[in-house]
Structures are given as C-alpha cells and as structure tokens.
C-alpha cells in the first residue's frame, strides 16, 4: 500500500479520525467502541452532504471523501440502516427518511410496525458500512447484525429503529439492552472491529 499514515498524535501509537456525520448517536457509539488510541472528531459541513447513492457504500464513500477533501486528514464516512427481507429490503438506505420529512425515528418506527402488521415473517438486519479515506484511497469495512422486528416499542435507550430491533439471540431490544451489549454485537461494532483490524496492521 502506498498510503499516508494516519495521522499521528503526541504518543507514538496514537491516530487522529474524522467522522463526516451530523449523528451524535453515532458518535457516540463509535467513540464507545474504538479504543482511547483512535480518536474521533466529528465534521459537520455547512453544506447538507446529499446521500445520492442507492448503496451503504456509496452513500459512505461520498461523506468521507467529502470530510478527507475539505480537511485533509484521513477520514471516515458511515452509512448505516436496517433492511427487513419481507418488505423487499425495506427500509434500507433510506432508513433515516423511511416516513419522510421532517425526518422523526417515532414516525419511521410508526410506519415500519404499520407495514409489518400480520407479517408472519420478522426477520430484519442492520448493516453499517465505513469508508476511511486516506490519501485518496479508500477502504471499505462492513458490519452486520441479524435479528426480528418486535410488534411493538420496548426499550428507551440508544436510537433509531433500537426500540423494535430484537437481536439474534436476545428476547429484548437494542433500546432495552442498552450500550454495553449493543455495542458489542452491533452492525457498528462488527465493521469497527475490521477497520481496528486494518489500522492495526497498518501501523504495527
Ligand atoms: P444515515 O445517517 O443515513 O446512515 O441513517 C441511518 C439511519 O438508519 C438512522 O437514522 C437510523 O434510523 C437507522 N440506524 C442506523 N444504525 C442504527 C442503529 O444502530 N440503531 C437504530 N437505528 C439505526
């Protein structure tokens, strides 16, 4: 790989990344989950990012290269939602917008329990995809959690669809099980884990 390193901070080992997102809750969660080594700072543009594309990556690809241009320093773009098979995909890339504007989780959530009524079928996943640009290159990580649709809200923590998302293995939702559970198994988790994997080797 020809790369530029990223960036490195006082104490060797350290790296500096910025995250093209307005979603604290992602923030959040990101910065839960990585180690204190990796530090993330958001970037906000003044502009809106349009999320043009019909895919995680695109959508991904354009809000890190957005950041990585405007800023210069190697830079990580995420796009994120839960896809429901027996909606054909449903909600998927426009999870965020899935019961239009003004975008509202409540209304998305509202809509997806409608569409979902008497479907015998509750299979759903949530899929995250980072792109890190660096240098004008780009890599992709991609994480996946399987689970069901609850038929109705339970839980008051994290965000989004968390309130009816019920993971594989667990009988409660994301926004009953809390942080410490979500952020080990979570779709964000999982591609978190192989970009780590990727820096790790990168810099080691
Ligand atoms: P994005 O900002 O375009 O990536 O929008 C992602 C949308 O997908 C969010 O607004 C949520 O509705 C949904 N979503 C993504 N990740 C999660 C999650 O971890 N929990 C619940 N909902 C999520």
Known sequence: FALERPQKL??????????SSRNLHKLEEIRAILPATITVDPWESDVEIEESADTFEGNALIKAYAGWQQKGIPCLGEDSGLSVPALGGAPGVLSARFA??????FANIQLLLKQMDG?????????TVLVLVMNGNEFCFEGRVDGRI???IQGEMGFGYDPVFIPEGYDQ??????????????HRARALSKLMAFLNAFSG
């Open 150 to 152: 609850a038929t109705d």
């Open 119 to 127: 479907l015998h079928d509750r299979s759903a996943y949530f899929t």
């Open 10 to 19: 006082e104490k060797s080992g350290w790296m500096k990344l910025l995250l």
């Open 100 to 105: 239009r504007e003004p975008r509202s989780d």
């Open 173 to 186: 939702t994301f926004a009953e099980l809390g942080p410490s559970i979500k952020n080990h198994i979570s």
